[in-house]
């Protein structure tokens, strides 16, 4: 009956995040080369509405948090106690996208997490005694991936309306780490 009018549509989400971080980090002179692991959970949370093809019906699209994790690589350039270092690599995010219509007749499938990659930077200094501060800045940017809504009473039953999520995140955290 003439179906949601097409995207992309934006809307914007926001939450916090929380985890750990363990690595490993080699020095040479002034240059630090290592390989970093994140895992922990972005509480993401976003949503719009969308006009349907039937004023009194409309589309829900929204955007739940998940477990996150990365594994990246990092190089730096070390001055004193003061580590100034750029990474990148691979990453998931286990949070959904959904886009379900109000009207009556329809089963939705969420997409099902996301994978993509981060990169990014910051600012580690040492403390002293093992312990570290650090700040950080990355990008997500975890692909395009898809859901769907079966329609069970509509005609054509068991027809399947494919829908597509690009999520992208940046993040800015501070951390407190342990050198083993």
């Known amino acids: 009956d003439g179906g949601v009018p097409p995207g992309p549509f934006n809307y914007g989400s926001s939450g ?40 009194i019906y409309h589309q829900d699209v929204t955007l739940r948090g998940g477990a996150y994790g990365d594994i990246t690589g990092r190089l730096g350039l070390a001055f004193g106690p003061t580590l100034f270092y750029g990474k990148g690599g691979f990453a ?62 509509d005609d054509p039953i068991g027809f399947e309306y494919h829908n597509t999520s690009k999520l992208t995140v940046d993040t800015v955290k501070a951390g407190l780490n342990f050198k083993f």
């Open 16 to 55: 916090i995040l929380g985890g750990a971080t363990a690595g490993y980090n080699v020095q040479y002179g002034y240059l630090v080369v290592g390989i970093e692991g994140d895992l922990g959970y972005m509480d993401l949370k976003g949503s719009t509405v969308v006009a349907s093809s039937n004023p």
């Open 92 to 153: 998931f995010f286990g949070g959904s996208a959904n886009q379900v219509t109000t009207k009556p007749g329809y089963t939705p499938t969420a997409t099902d997490g996301f994978k993509g990659w981060t990169v990014g930077g910051g600012i580690e200094h040492a403390l002293g005694h093992g312990w570290s501060l650090k700040a950080e800045y990355l990008h997500y940017d975890f692909g395009t991936h898809s859901g769907m809504q079966t329609s069970v009473t």
